[in-house]
C-alpha cells in the first residue's frame, strides 16, 4: 500500500478552511503542520466520513505536547485538513498505547 505521505510536498490552506480549525476548536494551522513532523504520529483511514474523496485521521502532537486529533485528505501532493481538535480521554489513551 503506498503511504499517504509518498510525494507529500506540503499543505493546502484557503478560504475553506484556513481559519477554521482555530474558530471552531482553537487550534491554529502551524499545530497542524506540527503534528506530521513529530512521533509517534498514527494514521488512520477514516471511510465512514467520505463517500467523494478519501480521508485519514492523524493522532499526534504538537512541539510543546499538546495531543491532537486532525481529519485530512490528500489532494495532489499536498494535504489539506479538514478538521482539527484536541484528543478526547479515550484517544489519548489509544494513542499512548500504540
Not at 484556513?18 to 502551524?30: E, L, T
Not at 494514521?43 to 505536547?65: C, F, I, M, N, Y
Amino acid at each position: 500500500m503506498e503511504s499517504v505521505f509518498h510525494s507529500f510536498e506540503g499543505f493546502q490552506w484557503d478560504e475553506g478552511n484556513n481559519n477554521k480549525n482555530f474558530i471552531k476548536h482553537q487550534v491554529w494551522n502551524w499545530e497542524c503542520e506540527q503534528v506530521f513532523f513529530n512521533q509517534p504520529l498514527l494514521v488512520l483511514d477514516d471511510p465512514g466520513h467520505s463517500l467523494v474523496e478519501k480521508r485519514w485521521a492523524a493522532l499526534g502532537q504538537t512541539d510543546s505536547g499538546r495531543l491532537l486529533v486532525i481529519i485530512f485528505t490528500k489532494r495532489n501532493n499536498l494535504l489539506r485538513v479538514i478538521s482539527a481538535r484536541d484528543m478526547n480521554h479515550k484517544e489519548r489513551e489509544y494513542y499512548e498505547e500504540y
